[in-house]
């Protein structure tokens, strides 16, 4: 009886620790899975490589640490952002720049909108480290005071073209500014011609040059004239390298020399007929045979070195009719045969 129970119990404790049909495949397949969550996927790097930062990647950092700002500094930026009230700059500094619009500029015509954009390099003095904000406050005007002068002066060593914008009419004169600072230039010397009307010069913009640096007296006095002169000279030069030897042209005598006469050709452009060549007769002076506003044909004999050398008497002597084709000419026109002979045509002329 006893061994009968024995072997049941045996029984019962077999069935309920062996795994049933449904487990024993789970249970065989769960190494497996785990193996494969562990591999690597096929084309990926089984570590992320560490990134190592070097000093180089805090250079700017380290560099703005070092740096000590103190007013009166002249500190240059890229402009970041502006506005009506203000410009700000990055300084490559821990503070951002800023320069409020009444320290841009003392040029009345100059607009914080339209004069000054993001990406532009400026120039200002530190007036303080901190202006409340975190800010470094800056000014242009102060800076033109110390480096403009500066400037203007290599402009006028160096003679450099430099393109202003007139602001007002003073005085004999009109206003323009270079580098901040309020330049000068005087009604004889912004045209080539009298001016009048100063006026209407006033918001055009003028090339001009340097021609006066007073930095104690605060004195900047700007030219145009100059300018002017060059380039009509080369737009003169051009006219005359363009002119043939040999053209046969129309002027009036503008002025008379004992060497020769000036003779005004149009658009600017002069030349001069030499004594030797106004006349097929001697004279001993031009006057002789020519008065000033007389119209005269001439010929272009050279343009050498940007001058014109003219001559009437080569004109005078082209013109002269040929017995010949005079001869020729009168038969034509009378109906006559055109056929004869040159012992006929030369018959009858004084040779």
Known sequence: METENMTNITEEISVEEAPTAAEAPEAAETPVATEAAEAPVVGESAETPEVVETMEDYSKELEASFRKISEGDILSGTVIHVNEEEVTLDL?????GVIKAADLSRDPSFSILADVHVGDKMQGTVIKRDDGAGNILLSCVEASEVIGWDKVQTYLEEKTVLSVKVSETVNKGVIAFVEGI???IPASQISLEYVEDLSTFVGKTVDVRVIT?????????????DILKEREADRMNQKIAMMAPGTVLEGKVESLMPYGAFVDLGGGLSGLVHISQISQKRIKNPSEVLNVGDTVKVKVLNTNNNKISLSMKAVAENAEPDPVEEKLAAEYSSGKSVGTSLGDLLKGLKL
């Open 92 to 96: 490559d500094y821990f503070a951002p």
């Open 182 to 184: 309020r330049g000068f």
């Open 213 to 225: 640096v007073d930095k104690d007296k605060k004195k900047l006095v700007l030219s145009a004239k």
